[in-house]
């Protein structure tokens, strides 16, 4: 379910990126942004599920790249909005 609401964001983004004024544009940012803090709230709830100490090395990789991704969406978020 995750991966279908990424792939709405990602076709949301791709169309307002097409737009030539920010006023059109600046919509898909705040759903988008809504997402991916809602995501990382709920990741840093339930941090001890993902397997950040995996002997796995891809699985620790993507675990923290994941991670890495959601927080700084929700940073570059912040400063666009102010």
Not at 19 to 44: D, E, K, P
Not at 73 to 80: D, E, K, N, R, S
């Amino acid at each position: 379910m995750n991966g279908f609401i990424l792939l709405g964001c990602f076709a949301l983004v791709f169309v307002a990126s097409r737009q030539h004024t920010w006023a059109r544009a600046r919509v898909a940012v705040a759903g988008v942004w809504l997402f991916t803090v809602l995501t990382l709230i709920a990741t840093l709830i339930h941090i001890d599920i993902f397997r950040m100490d995996s002997v796995c090395l891809l699985l620790q990789r993507l675990c923290r790249w994941g991670l890495a991704v959601d927080l700084s969406t929700a940073l570059v978020g912040i400063l666009i909005q102010s």
